[in-house]
């Protein structure tokens, strides 16, 4: 299920859950390298550390250095758009 996709159609969220002060988000970011190609991004941000606490993206450079631009993007697009409408964030979406 798509909850939001940005604007300039390069980030799409896919889900988001958030339990207490911790966000869990996933989706797809393109590659700004490769045309056509969009990246698997999870993160996980704590509010109350004002943090990116964890992340994976399947991206090269996520293997080598963690937290990459796509994981970056993607947080980005939450926290801007999470009290919108497009965004219902629950405590229900955690099983």
């Known amino acids: 299920m798509v909850y939001y996709v940005s604007s300039n159609k390069k980030v ?5 859950k958030k339990l207490g002060d911790i966000l869990v988000a996933k989706g797809k970011v ?4 490769r045309k056509g190609l969009f990246h698997n991004v999870e993160i996980v941000y704590s ?3 004002k943090y990116l ?3 994976v993206c399947d991206c090269e ?3 080598y250095y963690g937290i990459c631009r796509h994981q970056v993007g993607l947080l980005y697009v939450v926290m801007r758009n999470r009290k919108s409408s ?3 964030v629950t405590n229900s979406h955690f099983s």
Request: aromatic letters at 10%.
């Open 30 to 33: 393109a590659s700004s390298s």
């Open 53 to 55: 606490i964890g992340g």
């Open 61 to 63: 450079i996520s293997q």
């Open 12 to 16: 799409i969220v896919e889900d988001v």
């Open 47 to 49: 509010f109350q550390r």
């Open 86 to 88: 497009a965004f219902i």
